[in-house]
């Protein structure tokens, strides 16, 4: 399988996406579809604030690729009628990467600091400082002569995403006055994401077509425009421009995307558990090399998502497929099938 394929239904976005998404993007609170919790928490925060003139708390945002942290960053920063300055973990190698950021901040600007999980470990600490007390520490010299000169900054607002939560040292996490964790979308939320998206493109869609777009889109907004790009595509090459519920079946089963949003990969995965391994229980590794796959890719690409649309169970013998595969698969079980929700019951996972 040509990497291009699997891109259509993958979370994560490459740099020319990026690019696409930009243009995508809502700009206000209001525009911002969805996670309504989140969005009212947020609303609250920013709005307190403003009226104390003050800046607000920092700003933790944990949740899956492409379920809008970014564009949440862009627009806390856009609701304070503040800049946004931009970095990311990978970004701080030494804490002298954060120093040199931190000191050049003007007072009320949000820093968005993205995959901060992946931030080195000699920064974090002053990270907490400059959270807590904004100031940093900067060092001056080596060895025992070494002395740290504290240098005020201004104060400003952290806004930190991440998709690993649990990676964050808990004296991290403890410095954010507020978490907003993201959810994966209901259909009719990406349904109205996609339908804004359609008008930002300049694109006709349906409204059963969106529906449809809606749910293979795995419950994420990028993968849902990117869909609705490729539809687009196909209505422009093949049909008369307009995307219509036909248009976008034919284009997404052209793409191999089918109505629960799995493509040739997950159904390979599903089809060997099912027909080589009567639905399991079955080790990954097994069953990757079935499907002429490395472990780590079935592990990291295709299965979270199966597991969390309820197709594979993991349970301490193996992967088991559920009563809803062999449905979705148009399958009969044998009558000595393991199924993953019994099987999950009082299970432990496997590691
Ligand atoms: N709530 C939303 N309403 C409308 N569009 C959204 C929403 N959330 C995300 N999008 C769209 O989905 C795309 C991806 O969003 P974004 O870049 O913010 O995701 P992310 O969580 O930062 O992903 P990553 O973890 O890969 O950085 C953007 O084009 C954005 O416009
Ligand atoms: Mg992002």
């Known amino acids: 399988m040509s990497e291009h394929e699997r891109d259509l239904v993958s979370p994560e976005a490459d740099l020319d996406e990026r690019a696409v998404e930009g243009a995508l993007r809502p700009k206000s609170l209001d525009e911002f579809v969805g996670q309504e919790r989140v969005r009212e928490q947020l609303s609250l925060v920013l709005r307190s604030a403003q009226r104390r003139g003050k800046a607000p708390d920092h700003i933790l945002m944990s949740g899956g690729p492409g379920l809008g942290k970014t564009t949440l960053a862009m627009i806390i920063a856009a609701e304070l009628g503040s800049s ?39 920064a974090e600490e002053m990270l907490y400082v400059a959270m807590e007390d904004f ?29 690993r939560a649990g990676m964050l040292p808990a004296p991290l996490r403890d410095r954010f006055g507020f978490v907003a964790h993201m959810d994966f979308y209901r259909p009719d939320e ?8 359609a008008g930002l493109l300049g694109a006709d869609l349906a ?14 907004p990028r993968i849902a425009n990117r869909l609705l790009r490729r539809v687009r595509d196909y209505a422009e090459v093949r049909g008369d421009g307009r ?44 069953l990757a090399v079935s499907v002429g796959e ?13 597991v969390r649309s309820g197709f594979i169970a993991r349970t301490p013998r193996g992967r088991v497929a559920t009563a809803e595969a062999w449905a979705h698969m148009g399958l ?13 019951f009082g299970a432990a996972e496997e590691p």
């Open 84 to 122: 946004l300055r931009i970095t990311s973990g990978p970004a701080i190698e030494r804490s002298g990467d954060l120093a040199a950021v931190l000191s050049t901040l003007h007072e009320g600007e949000v820093l968005f600091l993205d995959e901060i999980h992946r931030m080195a470990r000699p």
């Open 135 to 163: 100031r940093v520490d900067v060092v001056v010299g080596k060895g025992p002569g070494a002395t740290a000169i504290p240098l005020d900054i201004a104060p400003f607002t952290l806004v930190g995403a991440t998709t």
């Open 190 to 197: 990406l349904e109205l994401i996609l339908r804004r998206s």
């Open 207 to 220: 409204p059963d077509a969106a529906v449809e777009i809606a749910g293979r889109s795995r419950g994420t």
């Open 243 to 286: 995307l219509t519920l036909e248009t976008a079946r034919a284009a997404l089963s052209l793409y191999e995307v089918d109505d629960e949003g799995l493509d040739r990969l997950d159904r390979a995965v599903l089809t060997a558990l099912l027909r080589r391994f009567r639905g399991g229980p079955v080790g990954l590794s097994t």
């Open 294 to 306: 490395e472990p780590e890719t079935v592990e990291v690409v295709a299965e979270p998502f199966l």
């Open 332 to 344: 009969t079980p044998p009558p000595d099938a393991a199924f993953g929700a019994g099987a999950l």
